[in-house]
């Protein structure tokens, strides 16, 4: 009788630490996706100041 209810006890601890190893890694993956949303907008935003840049100065070089 000692082995079987081992083994059950076993396995709902398995299954418990991977579904808290599951939740962390969701939590992360969130983390993540917010990281590449902020890092995109801020790339773009750089892009659009680079754009508006280079046309002040293609206005300025014409005048030469």
Same mark, same amino acid.
């Given at each position: 009788?000692?082995?079987?209810?081992?083994?059950?006890?076993?396995?709902?601890?398995?299954?418990?630490?991977?579904?808290?190893?599951?939740?962390?890694?969701?939590v992360?993956?969130?983390?993540?996706?917010?990281?590449?949303?902020?890092s $995109?907008?801020?790339?773009?935003? %750089? %892009?659009?100041?680079?754009e508006? $840049?280079?046309?002040?100065?293609?206005?300025? $070089?014409?005048?030469?």
């Open positions: 009788m000692f082995w079987p209810m081992l083994a059950i006890a076993l396995g709902f601890l398995g299954l418990t630490v991977l579904g808290v190893l599951a939740v962390r890694v969701f992360e993956a969130q983390r993540l996706g917010r990281q590449v949303s902020d $995109a907008r801020r790339i773009n935003r %750089a %892009a659009e100041d680079l508006r $840049a280079a046309v002040g100065t293609a206005r300025a $070089a014409e005048r030469i």
